[in-house]
C-alpha cells in the first residue's frame, strides 16, 4: 500500500515537473524543472528495486546533464529571460498529435491488459521466491551486483563501445567549440 | 496495487510532453529538453519490463544504462552545436536555422 502511495507522489511530481518544463516561458525555469523531472524518475527506478540505475540516473542526469543545459542557457544568454522559450507556430498541433498519441498509447497498454497482469503475478512469485531464499542469507542484495555481473561479463565489448563512444563525443564537443571561436 | 501498466502509462504520458517540447519549442536548447525527456521515458519503460518480466539477468537495467551513456554524449555534442551556432548568428531559435532550404 505505501508502494501505491510513493507511486502516485512520484508520478505526480514528475508529470508536473515536465509539464512545467514545456509549458514555461523562461528557459531557466526549463531548465530547473527538467532536473525534478530527473529527480522524480531516479526515485521511480528506486520503487522498481533498480537501484544502481537510480544512483547512475541522479549522477548521470541530475547532476551531469541538468548542469551542461544550465552552461548552454547562460552561455546563450539574452538581455532579458522572461520570453525566451516560447511556441513556435506549430504549437496547437503539436499538442494535438501528442493528446492523439498518448490516446493510442494508452488504448493499445490497456487492451494488452490480461497478458501484464499474468507477468505482474509471475514476477510477484518469482519475488517472494527469491525473499524466502534470502532469509535465510543475511548479506544484503542490491542490483549492482546482479548488473555489474552482466555488464562486465556478457556485455563487456558493448560496455568498451559505449566509453568509446563517449570519447569520441567529448572529443568532437571540444573540436565544435573551439572551431566555433574563429569563424572561418 | 502498482502494476506495470502504471508505469507503462505514466512513461507513455512522458513520452508524449517530451515530444511535444520537441516539436513546438522555438529555442535549440528547449528542444534538446524534450529530447532527453523522451529519452528518459524510454528508460522507464526499459527498466518497468524488466522489473515485470521474467528473465534473470537483468538485461532491461544494462539498456537502460547505455541509454544513459548515450544521451550524456548526446547532450555534450548538442550543445556544443547549439554554442557554436550561437556564437556565429547570436541567436538559438530553430525556425530560423533554414540555410539549407532551397
Same mark, same amino acid.
Given at each position: 500500500?505505501?508502494?501505491?502511495?510513493? $507511486? !502516485?507522489?512520484?508520478?505526480?511530481?514528475?508529470?508536473?515537473?515536465?509539464?512545467?518544463?514545456?509549458?514555461?516561458?523562461?528557459?531557466?525555469?526549463?531548465?530547473?524543472?527538467? /532536473?525534478?523531472? $530527473?529527480?522524480?524518475?531516479?526515485?521511480?527506478?528506486?520503487?522498481?528495486?533498480?537501484?544502481?540505475?537510480?544512483?547512475?540516473?541522479? #549522477?548521470?542526469?541530475?547532476?551531469?546533464?541538468?548542469?551542461?543545459?544550465?552552461?548552454?542557457?547562460?552561455?546563450?544568454?539574452?538581455?532579458?529571460?522572461?520570453?525566451?522559450?516560447?511556441?513556435?507556430? !506549430?504549437?496547437?498541433?503539436?499538442? $494535438?498529435?501528442?493528446?492523439?498519441? $498518448?490516446?493510442?498509447?494508452?488504448?493499445?497498454?490497456?487492451?494488452?491488459?490480461?497478458?501484464?497482469?499474468?507477468?505482474?503475478?509471475?514476477?510477484?512469485?518469482?519475488?517472494?521466491?527469491?525473499?524466502? /531464499?534470502?532469509?535465510?542469507?543475511?548479506?544484503?542484495?542490491?542490483?549492482?551486483?546482479? =548488473?555489474?555481473?552482466?555488464?562486465? &561479463?556478457?556485455?563487456?565489448?558493448?560496455?568498451?563501445?559505449?566509453?568509446? #563512444?563517449?570519447?569520441?563525443?567529448?572529443?568532437?564537443?571540444?573540436?565544435?567549440?573551439?572551431?566555433?571561436?574563429?569563424?572561418? | 496495487?502498482?502494476?506495470?501498466?502504471?508505469?507503462?502509462?505514466?512513461?507513455?504520458?512522458?513520452?508524449?510532453?517530451?515530444?511535444? &517540447?520537441?516539436? /513546438?519549442?522555438?529555442?535549440? =536548447?528547449?528542444?534538446?529538453?524534450?529530447?532527453?525527456?523522451?529519452?528518459?521515458?524510454?528508460?522507464?519503460?526499459?527498466?518497468?519490463?524488466?522489473?515485470?518480466?521474467?528473465?534473470?539477468?537483468?538485461?532491461?537495467? /544494462?539498456?537502460?544504462?547505455?541509454?544513459?551513456?548515450?544521451?550524456?554524449?548526446?547532450?555534450?555534442?548538442?550543445?556544443?552545436? =547549439?554554442?557554436?551556432?550561437?556564437?556565429?548568428?547570436?541567436?538559438?531559435?530553430?525556425?530560423? #536555422?533554414?540555410?539549407?532550404?532551397?
Amino acid at each position: 500500500m505505501l508502494q501505491t502511495v510513493l $507511486f !502516485y507522489i512520484y508520478a505526480l511530481i514528475i508529470v508536473v515537473s515536465a509539464l512545467a518544463m514545456v509549458l514555461s516561458r523562461n528557459l531557466v525555469h526549463s531548465a530547473l524543472f527538467m /532536473a525534478a523531472a $530527473f529527480l522524480g524518475m531516479a526515485f521511480i527506478y528506486l520503487l522498481l528495486q533498480a537501484d544502481y540505475v537510480a544512483v547512475v540516473q541522479i #549522477l548521470v542526469y541530475v547532476g551531469a546533464v541538468s548542469v551542461l543545459f544550465v552552461f548552454g542557457v547562460m552561455l546563450t544568454k539574452r538581455a532579458r529571460m522572461e520570453d525566451t522559450n516560447r511556441f513556435n507556430r !506549430y504549437g496547437v498541433i503539436a499538442v $494535438f498529435v501528442g493528446l492523439a498519441l $498518448f490516446a493510442l498509447l494508452v488504448r493499445a497498454i490497456t487492451v494488452s491488459g490480461t497478458v501484464t497482469a499474468h507477468a505482474a503475478v509471475a514476477a510477484d512469485a518469482v519475488a517472494k521466491a527469491a525473499g524466502s /531464499a534470502a532469509g535465510s542469507d543475511p548479506t544484503p542484495s542490491g542490483s549492482a551486483v546482479s =548488473i555489474s555481473g552482466l555488464l562486465l &561479463g556478457e556485455m563487456a565489448l558493448p560496455l568498451e563501445a559505449s566509453g568509446l #563512444l563517449l570519447l569520441a563525443a567529448l572529443t568532437g564537443a571540444i573540436a565544435l567549440g573551439r572551431s566555433g571561436s574563429k569563424p572561418s | 496495487m502498482i502494476g506495470l501498466q502504471h508505469y507503462l502509462i505514466l512513461s507513455a504520458l512522458l513520452f508524449c510532453i517530451g515530444l511535444v &517540447g520537441a516539436v /513546438a519549442k522555438r529555442n535549440a =536548447i528547449a528542444v534538446l529538453m524534450g529530447v532527453e525527456l523522451m529519452l528518459n521515458a524510454v528508460n522507464l519503460n526499459l527498466v518497468a519490463f524488466d522489473r515485470f518480466g521474467s528473465h534473470a539477468a537483468p538485461l532491461g537495467q /544494462a539498456f537502460a544504462v547505455f541509454i544513459i551513456a548515450v544521451a550524456a554524449a548526446e547532450v555534450a555534442v548538442g550543445l556544443a552545436i =547549439i554554442l557554436t551556432l550561437y556564437r556565429r548568428r547570436a541567436n538559438t531559435s530553430v525556425d530560423d #536555422l533554414d540555410s539549407l532550404k532551397g
